[in-house]
Nanobody, 128 residues
């Protein structure tokens, strides 16, 4: 099983980026997928997650700015990030958690995801 996050980069405040999390070795519609971020010197924190029934959840800090979506045919989960601010600067990771098909279970806590459930991160830098 492998998750690969991509789409990070340098963007000015107020700008947008779309991150992708491509999964291989699992069928996404049996899994919840979470997006997390870790800024320098800070703990990894949950940003958004998507249940296998397409339910979505967001951290308060990104509500109204970020949108998570999934394409089960492409086995990919996306994180559309708008109105980016310098405090959004971090390495962004995705992780998977088996929940069964059609489940609204979705967790923003990192402890719910196994050690081997994480993909490599992608760096997002918001700076003028």
């Amino acid at each position: 099983v492998q998750l690969q996050a991509s789409g990070g980069g340098l963007v000015q405040p107020g700008g947008s980026l779309r991150l992708s999390c491509a999964a291989s070795g699992i069928t996404l519609n049996y899994y919840g997928i979470g997006w997390f971020r870790q800024a320098p010197g800070k703990e990894r924190e949950g940003v958004s997650c998507s249940g296998s029934d397409d339910s979505t959840y967001y951290a308060d800090s990104v509500k109204g700015r970020f949108t998570i979506s999934r394409d089960n045919v492409k086995n990919t989960v996306y994180l559309q990030m708008n109105s980016l601010q310098p405090e959004d600067t971090a390495v962004y990771y995705c992780a998977y958690r088996f929940t069964g098909r059609g489940s609204s279970r979705c967790e923003l806590g990192t402890s719910y995801y196994g050690t081997n459930s994480w993909g490599k991160g992608t760096l997002v830098t918001v700076s003028s």
